[in-house]
């Protein structure tokens, strides 16, 4: 069953404006965090185990730790550059909630002490960066933002920053490039942003989903932010389920429950006479997933992890037996080389071969020992450059491989898809 | 030679001041400056904008080069974006892009006879779970078929 803790207003047109969205109660929690202590509200998040929203589902808390206890100037930033493909959570929220948002960011600024803050928006949101904007310059009629705050003595100045299309600036170093009006380009880590981030100064990067919830811990506490979720995956998360189910969209459930109920039930099921192939569980950097480890996974850090795979963005990409796995790899390859940043060999090279490999297999150009080629390629793509892409191109390709190599066998073979029985040189492209 | 409104050479001046270092100002001033030039940015339009905002052309050139947003050649009144990423590339979103080349008789990038369409494949625009999708300018219009979009697109023109 969907639980909605966040989106449980989202089919309200009300709740987008600071009238609609203080009836329901917003703002309530803002106040309650004013008045309580900055540290406790960390030690809290770190308690509730909140795990970022963004991707990595690294503990919100504990990076928060992260940052020096100095009293030096810090900024907070909201990743809303959603570019994952799969994932079109962060766009419902900004634009169904966008108070929501702003409470969230507001909170988790007061705890770290951050008088400036940012909400990096996509530059194609359009929808997004109006309905911000807009509930921005209501925050700031309202004296919800700017100097002392509910009579609080807190200033907080916040603000959008709108991107210019480049999947790359979705990673922290290099959104905090794209901000400084650089080229969205990663910088190496350490020092990570916490440390040193924008202009240098210590920088907390967070999910828009991750700095909304904080809203929530504070709402109903530690335990009963805890009453849903397991142990390790505290709490509800929002699925963006897309790809051949018969009810795609986004669905907010407690985490921890079987993929199969999310797609076979809430989503809807599959369409008829389609039986489930495969899974992208998390986005299309997280390894794919057969129907039948599908099937038996549940929605949270740990069962994914066991699979060898990840909750990422909550991008549940449903792929039925109608799809080529040779196409659609093809598909992925594309993206990825024309999104690297180009700064490091591994990255800038691998994607194109990578990309260039499969094409060659949907051609009817390739031999069979390209698929050793891509595999080799693939792993020497991972961990050794300066952002995480490199390994999200490489692990969708080495997993696409393993568990339908014989897709890839077949087409090298006969020069047409298995699936289709035509070559895609014919149909596409 | 190109030049900004006034308005939006106000805009320019608010933008350099809105940010912590006036460098910040380059993405939103760009985007000024396409909107003013007919959806593209000129070498002349980036001269003009380092003299107005006192920073270095390459600064800017950089940025103008780093993003896909930016048009650094002319294009048609109506960018027409069709995503071709996985979900919409299960959902029909590449035979779509394929229908507008043939209906509009343009190759992807190129700007149709009348100046009115160009159309160019685009990655996931986060509209997946409405897939197919595409962009037209500034707006979404999704759950498509090929003659929808048509309609949508002829009915902006
Ligand atoms: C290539 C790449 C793209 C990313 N894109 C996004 C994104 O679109 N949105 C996002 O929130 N995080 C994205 N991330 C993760 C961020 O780097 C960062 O971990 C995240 O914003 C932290 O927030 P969280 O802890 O609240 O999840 C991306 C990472 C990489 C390597
Ligand atoms: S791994 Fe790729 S995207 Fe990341 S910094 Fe290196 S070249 Fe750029
Ligand atoms: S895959 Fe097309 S909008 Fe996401």
Known sequence: METKILSEHYDKPSFKTLKGYKELSGYEDLAKALKMDPKKIIEDVKAAGLRGRGGAGFPTGVKWGFLPDNGEPRYLLCNADEGEPGTFKDRLMMEAAPHQLIEGMIISAFAIGSKKSYIYIRGEYNSCIRSMTKALEEAYADGLLGKNIMGSGFDHDMDVYVGAGAYICGEETAMISSLEGLKGQPKLKPPFPAIEGYLKKPTIVNNVESLAAVKYIIRDGVEGYRKYGTEKSAGTKLFSVSGNVTKPGNYEIPLGMSMKELIMDIAGGMKPGRKLKAVIPGGSSTPILTAEEALKVNMDYESMAELGTFLGSGAVIVIDDSNCMVDLLGVLMHFYHHESCGQCTPCREGTGWLNKLVHSILKGEAKMKDLELINGISNHMMGKTICALSDAAAMPALSFLKKFRDEFEYYIKEGRSKVKGVSYAEVNH | ?157
């Not at chain 2, 001033?29 to 107005?52: F, I, M, R, T």
């Not at chain 2, 002319?74 to 229908?99: D, F, T």
């Not at chain 2, 999708?133 to 500034?138: E, F, I």
Request: hydrophobic share 35%; net charge negative.
């Open chain 2, 1 to 157: 030679m190109f030049k900004l409104s006034s308005e939006g050479e106000a805009f320019v001046q608010k933008e350099l001041k809105r940010y912590e270092t006036k460098r910040s100002a380059i993405i939103p001033c760009l985007y000024k400056v396409q909107e003013e030039n007919d959806g593209w940015v000129s070498p002349e339009a980036v001269e003009y904008l380092s003299g107005l905002m006192d920073l270095p052309s390459a600064w800017i050139n950089e940025v103008l080069k780093f993003y896909t947003m930016f048009n650094q050649k002319p294009i048609g009144k109506l960018h027409v974006q069709v995503c071709c990423n996985i979900s919409c590339a299960m959902n029909g979103g590449r035979e779509l892009a394929n229908h507008l080349n043939k209906e509009f008789n343009i190759k992807d990038g190129e700007i149709s006879a009348d100046g009115n369409v160009t159309i160019s494949r685009a990655e996931c625009l986060g509209s997946c779970g409405t897939a197919p999708m595409m962009q037209v300018n500034d707006n979404y219009y999704e759950d498509l078929t090929p003659e929808s979009a048509v309609k949508t697109i002829k009915g902006l023109m």
